[in-house]
């Protein structure tokens, strides 16, 4: 079995009121994540992924990589052990 782990990313720029968490979420159900990505009051987007640590990377280079709706600055990622259980991705 793989390790399932759980990525928290604080995604700067212009990420709000543009798409951003519904397309998040889109790449994260089509690479069988779950988690939620939320808006947060400064401006950033915080989006907490969890599953196996492939597809984890793969979400992080997505929003790394320039094709999201508006303007990623820059993402700033933190790993950890998955120990909470979650199901489905949302946005909040």
């Given at each position: 079995m793989t390790a399932q782990v759980r990525l928290t990313a604080w995604v700067h720029g212009r990420v709000q009121g543009v798409g951003f968490r519904w397309?998040?979420?889109a790449r994260a159900l089509e690479l069988g994540l779950v988690g939620y990505a939320k808006n947060q009051p400064d401006g950033r987007v915080l989006v907490v992924a969890q599953g196996p640590r492939?597809?984890?990377e793969s979400l992080l280079a997505l929003l790394r990589g320039g094709g999201t709706?508006?303007?990623?600055d820059t993402?700033?990622?933190d790993w950890a052990q998955d120990t909470?259980?979650?199901s489905g991705f949302t946005e909040r």
């Open positions: 397309w998040t979420r492939s597809a984890c709706p508006g303007r990623v993402v700033v990622a909470t259980s979650v």
